[in-house]
């Protein structure tokens, strides 16, 4: 997708996500998103019998974590990975 100006556009994400929904949107299990909830990490709200997620919150703990580390050494006493053959 593009807007008017040809600049490539990102899917809006809505402000809030349906429970059933939330673990494929942010890639979290539903009882991570309970338990990140439960600790104040994320922020989650009742319409009637509905749970939605707080996407931004979402986004806000994400920012948070620290890089994954690709490559690079292995960690010390790791053995190489050897055929089964």
Avoid: C, W
């Amino acid at each position: 997708m593009e807007d008017s100006l040809n600049h490539p556009t990102r899917p809006l994400l809505p402000e809030m996500v349906p429970l059933p929904r939330a673990p494929a949107v942010f890639g979290l299990s539903r009882s991570g998103l309970y338990r990140l909830a439960a600790e104040g990490r994320i922020r989650m709200v009742k319409i009637g019998a509905r749970t939605l997620v707080d996407a931004a919150s979402v986004r806000a703990f994400l920012a948070t974590l620290p890089a994954a580390q690709i490559g690079g050494a292995k960690p010390s006493g790791a053995e190489p990975v050897r055929d089964a053959a």
